[in-house]
Structures are given as structure tokens and as C-alpha cells.
């Protein structure tokens, strides 16, 4: 009678190839470098995740989890604080070395074709994902049509970083990132100025 794969160690396993996937990104054409960093065999690999692809696609669940509660902690609406400044708060997540890390690991999955990408959904599920809770931001912000707005904050801070990634001219993407919430702050303000009259 086999022996049955182990939790423990196929969790073990999973966080190893996520600082891997992380570190050297995709594509994974073979598991020998995988495995070789964590120390086993890709037999071993096989044995827990029973393909590469399997694989793959477990180490991306878990990285976008893990991104999830980095993200989600630095947008998150607080009652005592202006959303705007959260938002002017959260670049240095989202550019800095722990955000930038995961923006240039889940570029690489936007970027494949759907034959070829390990989480074919991935590409809207990432989208919505953060648009509610920016949204909820925004309505507490007193913004008219936060949904809207929050499509276009993301889709602003996700060129800012594309930029910022592709030049390395840090400065320049996060002086534009702060001039763009000028602009959104101006229009909170307005919409408050015309709620109270």
C-alpha cells in the first residue's frame, strides 16, 4: 500500500515554490530548478501536486492569496482617516519591494495567451478583486459614482506601476500617482461643496 502525500510537507513544499515563482517568475519549463531550491527531487513535486501544471497553478493561488492580504490591508477603507490619504499611503506597497514583487510575477500570467497561461480566469478575476474594495473607499469618501471612479483609480495605479517597472524612474511614477489623487481629492470636494448647499 502507497503512502498517502502528507499535508504538512505538501504545504512545505507550496510556500518554497511560491518565494520561487516570486524570485524567478514564470515560465516554469521544468521543475529541476524548483525543486533543486527546495532541496527534493521534481519526483517528489510530482508525487504531492501530481503535474507541473498542478503545480503552477497551486504556487499562483497561493502567491495571489498572499497578495490579497498584503493589498487588501493597504486599500481597505479606516473610518478616521480620508480615503484619498490611504490611497497616497498604499503606493509604498503597491511600488515598493514587497507590492513590486507580485506586480511583476502576475504581469507575466496577464501577458500569456489563453492557451498557454496556468489560470485562464485569472486576468478578470484580478480586476475585480480590488475594485470593491476601492469603491467602498470612495463612497465613504463622499465621491459620486465610486464604481466608476474605482475602475479608475486601479486602472491608474496599474499604468503608474507598468511605468514605474518597465524605467525604473520611481520618482516620476510616484510624483504623477500623488498628482493624480490631487485631482480625485478636488472632485470629492466639489461633490461635498454641492451635497452641502
Known sequence: MGRRPQPEIRDRLLDGCVDHLLEHGLPVTSLTPVAAALGVSPRMLIYHFATKDRLVRAALVEA???????FDEALRHRPDTRYVDTLAAAWTTLSGPGGSRYARLFSVVHALPPSETPWPDFPTMAVHDWLPTIAAGLRA?????????????????????????????????????????????????????????
Open 141 to 197: 469618501d463622499g465621491h459620486a459614482s465610486p464604481d466608476v471612479l474605482a475602475t479608475l483609480v486601479l486602472g491608474v495605479a496599474r499604468g503608474l506601476l507598468l511605468d514605474d517597472r518597465a524605467t525604473g524612474e520611481h520618482d516620476r511614477a510616484a510624483e504623477a500617482y500623488r498628482a493624480f489623487l490631487t485631482l480625485l481629492d478636488g472632485d470629492a470636494g466639489v461633490r461635498r461643496g454641492a451635497g452641502a448647499g
Open 64 to 70: 495571489r492569496r498572499r497578495q490579497r492580504a498584503l
